[in-house]
């Protein structure tokens, strides 16, 4: 194959145009500020959990929400609260004053057009209300009953009929009794829709095993108990009454709700065994409970549930979750919870959101290396706080730093230049006290950078009003960038700065989603408890995780789990009658991997111990943890060293040094850097059979008292390696190499091609060169690379008689193309237009463009800010396909089945921008590569 290259500079213009004296600042712009917003922070995204806010409030619970619309407009409804909210466009939402409102576990249900207000649990008052946006609420009437526990009405408009559903309890089930709808007295007798069944359903027991913490303090949980069958809303639906409920409890990662269906809203009601609807157990706020499920405009369902926020190690707050819902064609009600806490789109935004409302946004942060400014110890009744827990996708732990100080940090690093587009911070409440309303809450600063050295700032909430203790912000336009810094700036109520999770999501082009080949699952069904079925599959490379679908029908695989860090799950939520069908997809978000070494992170386990013997003084031992360097000298400082005998130990063992008196001469001083007792070559420490160095001791003086410091010498014990690298086969073409330690072997790929797993693949003529590369470890020097290079392509001239043609690719590019001015807000495509001259004298010839920049692929870009949408290119009248988003991988435009000559082509661009679109002043562009190539010249 021969080529010709040709490279274009798109001078894509994107100024932003302003008023005649105004300032240069864009609505959207970074950084992100406090968006004073509620309910919902950012305009066309969202991610679980939710907090909910008002003005400068604490936090507030979503226990138990209730969304409806009426009146056109979204209302949202949450246990105990005195008010609600109301959105017309559900990104958007206007708080309502309401003193009368009835608060409890809050009922609403309209009524021939007008709204009515009821908390069974507490209170057999009715309220309603001419307009709910006045906040006015008067009485209606009175229940039968005040023991509507967990009360919901059903108003069949069809009918005129009115029904009430209730039920709170472990054992005594969820009832329907029919009310007459002016008086709301009971007018039939109630009617049993159902009890719990843990027998059978496994989603219906509370497993000890699934607690995130403790609600009764009275009595230790069974392994197994009832669950709560709690919540009813009802809903009419193609002419079908669906029951939504609740079961287990607010205290368990597997908290979730099921559906029964009648064909009359007093029954029978039936068990869908499809269910349950929502459950969602893994991630960093796992349950999905006791909610309600409601249409958005465009008459999709979803359904809203109440999740457990856990605070300082046991229970904190209430907050929500929101996912889509569906009903197929046979009936069946189902939740989509795949990728249930990445950011998802918003209702409205989607036209099918039960199948395509992920965004593509994966967690980049996940288990990567964070460092950080201090770590608050750990201690043996306090638990542990390590930084690896801000990024561990569990909600039961945390990172806490030492103090509540500005300047408090976090960074992670993601291992490679990524595509951010949203970031979510969950903050705990480590050491704080106080509940009492603020004007100024958890306040901070997010930086990007491409080197750990120069930072970009992203989200600047330092004098943040709103107490939202999950922060989910959407970058208003894509940042490009490999390391995140989360920044204090103020921390309230006397606490520390303390992180659940940092989640840093994006990179929609680089993500992989891989499914797992059916012969490399295996699922078993537990015979004895069929409640239960264990899988396992073949681990896929490079997989941050898997979602494992299942369900009793091939074709309705309508459950999910998400599983992080093991091919392996376990299943106890299954009902036990039908059997059920399985499949697993890896997913990727593109970064590398990054195994976090515990021993270098969070010590060995083993101490040293300096036992002190002071003079006139009461002998005390002062401890410290020991932590692996990789080969960087350890130090470990003693201070406040004053005259006496000293002894340095390992912990619960064997002697090191000492015991040594220490004389006012030896500890007093000026010169703090000169040691005055040295103790070298103490003893040897190591791993296996191999010394990686010695212990020493020096001690130094102080003004009024001295340090002891241990010293870990490393002295140099690593070993060369070689890496053999098999010849490259026949296309297509492997690689293969050895490394002579046994560590994994690396490949690049440099040239006229690229790598994928252990595939070579073509990209054009010229030459093809092959890396094989090993870093080393503590036992091993770096590998010498090793490297494989072949040409590709070939040139052929000549002839016995006559002229002969020269073999001849040539390509002639015009002008630069201007995309013109692109305007914030404004939602419409941009194109322009270029021109190339193509001579071939081969048997065929193809025109291509590709985008070689490894930042934001595809995309123009302004600094570190790019565009969302790809740039989109054609040759003549073809239509308009988006460049890749690999760097390198062409997109073809044009062919030739045989020589051309000076044949003008009409290049054109078309870049579409949103009305969502942030943008950054200055100029948008990208230097692009035009081939013309060959397989027969």
């Not at 089930?173 to 029919?178: A, L, N, P, Q, S």
């Not at 036209?351 to 288990?367: A, E, R």
């Not at 004053?642 to 008196?661: A, D, E, F, M």
């Not at 920049?853 to 302004?862: C, E, F, K, Q, Y």
Request: glycine residues 10%.
């Amino acid at each position: 194959m021969k080529k010709l290259l040709r490279s274009v500079l798109l001078a894509c213009v994107g100024a932003l145009v302003f008023a005649s004296g105004a300032q240069a600042q864009v609505p959207g712009a970074l950084p992100v500020g406090p968006s004073g917003k509620s309910v919902v922070q950012n305009p066309t995204t969202y991610t679980n959990p939710i907090s909910l806010t008002q003005g400068s409030e604490r936090i507030l619970t979503a226990g138990e929400p209730v969304i409806k619309i009426i009146g056109g407009d979204y209302y949202l409804f949450t246990r105990g609260r005195r008010g609600y909210w109301w959105s017309s466009d559900f990104a958007n939402w206007n708080y309502v004053n309401a003193p009368n409102l009835l608060g409890g576990i809050v009922g609403m249900t309209e009524i021939d057009g007008k709204l009515y207000n009821y908390a069974g649990n507490t209170n057999n008052r009715v309220m309603t209300t001419d307009d709910p946006k006045s906040g006015v609420w008067y009485e209606a009437g009175t229940f039968s009953s005040n023991n509507y526990g967990d009360a919901s009405m059903l108003y069949d408009e069809d009918t005129g009929r009115l029904f009430m559903y209730y039920g709170w309890s472990q054992l005594l089930g969820i009832r329907v009794v029919e009310l007459n709808k002016q008086t709301f007295k009971e007018i039939s007798k109630p009617e049993v829709v159902n009890w719990g069944d843990p027998h059978k359903h496994g989603w219906e027991t509370r497993y000890s095993s699934d607690l995130i913490f403790p609600f009764f303090s009275d009595r230790q949980y069974r392994p197994q108990e009832y669950g709560w069958t709690e919540g009813p809303h009802p809903l009419k639906y193609n002419g079908k009454y669906y029951v939504l409920y609740s079961s287990i409890g607010l205290e368990f990662a597997s908290y979730a709700q099921g559906v029964y269906v009648a064909d009359d809203p007093m029954g029978p009601y039936v068990y869908d065994q499809h269910n349950p609807l929502t459950r969602m157990v893994s991630g960093s706020a796992p349950g999905a409970g006791h909610g309600s499920f409601f249409q958005d405009k465009q008459g999709k369902l979803w359904t809203i549930a109440m999740v457990a926020f856990t605070q300082n190690g046991g229970n904190g707050n209430t907050l929500m979750s929101l996912f889509p819902t569906d009903v197929d064609k046979e009936g069946v009600m189902h939740g989509n919870v795949e990728y249930g806490d990445y950011p998802q789109y918003l209702p409205g935004v989607k036209k099918d959101p039960i199948t395509d409302n992920f965004t593509g946004w994966t967690l980049l942060s996940l288990n990567k290396k964070v460092q950080t400014s201090s770590t608050q110890p750990p201690g043996a009744q306090t638990g542990n706080y390590w930084p690896a827990f801000a990024v561990d996708q569990n909600g039961k732990t945390f990172w806490s730093a030492q103090t509540g100080n500005p300047g408090e940090y976090m960074t992670v690093d993601l291992g490679t230049t990524s595509d951010i587009r949203g970031i979510q911070i969950q903050f705990d409440r480590a050491g704080a006290t106080g509940n009492a309303a603020l004007t100024r809450y958890q306040s901070y600063t997010v930086e990007v950078s491409s080197d750990n050295q120069t930072w970009t700032k992203v989200v600047d909430k330092s004098d943040n009003p709103q107490d939202l203790r999950s922060d989910y912000i959407e970058l208003p336009t894509a940042v490009s960038g490999r390391y995140v810094r989360l920044t204090n700036v103020f921390t309230p109520d006397n606490g520390r700065f303390a992180v659940k999770e940092l989640r840093v999501f994006g990179n929609p082009d680089a993500s992989k989603f891989t499914p797992v080949p059916p012969g490399n699952l295996m699922a078993v069904r537990n015979e004895v408890d069929r409640r239960q079925a264990d899988l396992l599959w073949k681990p896929v490379d490079g997989a941050d995780g898997y979602v494992v679908r299942y369900g009793i029908e091939r074709d309705k695989l309508y459950q999910s789990d998400m599983v992080y860090g093991k091919n392996a799950l376990n299943i106890n939520a299954l009902n036990v009658d039908p059997e059920y069908y399985f499949e697993v997809e890896a997913f990727s978000s593109g970064t590398p991997r990054y195994v976090e070494n515990p021993f270098e992170t969070r010590g060995r386990g083993a101490e040293l111990d300096l036992i002190r013997r002071p003079t006139g003084g009461t002998q005390s031992t002062t401890r410290q943890m020991t932590y692996e360097t990789y080969g960087k000298d350890e130090v470990y400082v003693f201070d406040n060293i004053t005259p006496g005998s000293y002894t340095l130990n390992h912990t619960y063992g064997v002697g090191i040094w000492g015991p040594q008196q220490l004389t006012a001469e030896q500890l007093i001083g000026t010169d703090t850097t000169t040691p005055t007792v040295t103790a070298l070559d103490l003893t040897q420490f190591g791993n296996g059979s191999t010394q990686w160095g010695t212990v020493e001791v020096r001690v130094y003086p102080g003004p009024t008292s001295g340090r002891i410091e241990v010293t870990f010498h490393y002295t140099e014990h690593r070993v060369d390696q070689a890496i053999t690298f098999a010849p490259l086969t026949a296309p297509p073409y492997r690689v293969s190499a050895t490394a002579s330690s046994g560590l994994p072997v690396s490949f690049s790929a440099a040239g006229t091609c690229t790598l994928s797993d252990d595939i070579v693949t073509v990209t054009g003529a010229g030459t093809c060169t092959i890396t094989a590369s090993q870093s080393g470890n503590a036992d091993y020097f770096p590998a010498r690379d090793v490297s494989r290079s072949f040409q590709v392509g070939t040139t052929q001239a000549g002839g016995d008689v006559g002229g002969t043609v020269p073999a001849t690719l040539a390509l002639t590019l015009g002008a630069p193309a201007p995309l013109g001015v692109f305007e914030p807000g404004v939602s419409r495509p941009y194109e322009a237009t270029t021109t190339a001259t193509v001579t071939s004298t081969a048997g065929d010839a193809l025109l291509s463009v590709t985008d070689p920049s490894p930042s934001a692929t595809g995309r123009l870009v302004n600094g570190s800010f790019a565009l969302g949408e790809r740039l989109q290119v054609r040759a003549n009248a073809n239509a308009f396909a988006p460049l890749s988003a690999t760097a390198g991988s062409p997109l073809a435009l044009l062919s030739y089945g045989g020589p051309v000559s000076n044949d003008s082509v009409s290049i054109a661009f078309r870049q579409e921008i949103g009305a969502g679109q942030a943008l950054r002043t200055g100029a948008y562009g990208k230097t692009l590569t035009f081939t013309l190539s060959t397989t027969t010249p």
